[in-house]
């Protein structure tokens, strides 16, 4: 059964070759934990990193998340279009063990009904061991957008997967458990 004292540990991993540079302010990373906190009412943990853009940094940094520091939930924000340097989804599929293609397909959804560039971004979600990963765009607004659209079935996944129980503002987004636990 899931602890369900623990802080459960969130990771947000900025991937930017300019936000990284300091060529401008990283906004994807506090805007991702501000939508958690504002989300989640269990007790968390944020961590928040900025890497460049590139296929091995971002597999090692979150390889680095997943088996060194436990994270239960990581969110990528970044590199997930078709410009040469955006790897993320290459590095993702170095480092995982399974795929959620309908977290890709519904952000997307409702990211079209905003841009119709939508449709380049190759984000989905996938886990390695017990953490989940769910990759968004770059564009800041993209944060709340994606995760609105699917964070509902996100303490679920958490509970299949064995990670921490997260619960929600049901006012903000309504989990949505099939079995109750
Ligand atoms: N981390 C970020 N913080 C603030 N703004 C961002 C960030 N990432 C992207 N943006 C904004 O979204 C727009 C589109 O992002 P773009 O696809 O060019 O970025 P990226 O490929 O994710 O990152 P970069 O080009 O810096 O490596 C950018 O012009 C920028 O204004
Ligand atoms: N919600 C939302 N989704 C979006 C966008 C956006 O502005 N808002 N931008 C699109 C564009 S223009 C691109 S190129 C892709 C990939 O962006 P990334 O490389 O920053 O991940 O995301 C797409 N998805």
């Known amino acids: 059964m899931t602890d369900r004292t623990s802080p459960a540990h969130?990771?947000?991993?900025?991937?930017?070759?300019?936000?990284?540079?300091?060529?401008?302010?990283?906004?994807?990373?506090?805007?991702?934990?501000g939508w958690l906190r504002d989300t989640i009412t269990s007790p968390i943990e944020v961590i928040r990193q900025i890497v460049p853009d590139g296929r091995e940094i971002v597999a090692e940094a979150l390889r680095d998340l997943c088996d060194n520091q436990q994270a239960d939930l990581i969110l990528v924000t970044g590199g997930t279009g078709p410009a040469p340097r955006d790897l993320t989804p290459e590095?993702?599929?170095?480092?995982?063990?399974?795929?959620?293609?309908?977290?890709?397909?519904?952000?997307?959804?409702?990211?079209?009904l905003e841009v119709p560039t939508a449709i380049l971004s190759r984000q989905t979600a996938v886990s390695r061991g017990k953490t989940l990963i769910i990759t968004i765009p770059g564009k800041p607004s993209a944060i709340a957008t994606c995760l609105n659209a699917v964070f509902a079935a996100v303490p679920y996944c958490?509970?299949?997967?064995?990670?921490?129980?997260?619960?929600?503002?049901?006012?903000?987004?309504?989990?949505?458990?099939?079995?109750?636990k």
């Open 158 to 180: 958490l509970d299949l997967l064995g990670a921490a129980y997260i619960e929600t503002d049901p006012a903000k987004i309504k989990a949505f458990r099939p079995k109750a």
């Open 91 to 112: 590095a993702i599929a170095d480092i995982a063990h399974r795929e959620y293609p309908g977290f890709g397909e519904e952000m997307r959804r409702a990211s079209l």
């Open 10 to 33: 969130i990771a947000i991993l900025t991937v930017s070759d300019r936000a990284a540079s300091g060529e401008y302010e990283d906004k994807g990373g506090p805007g991702a934990e």
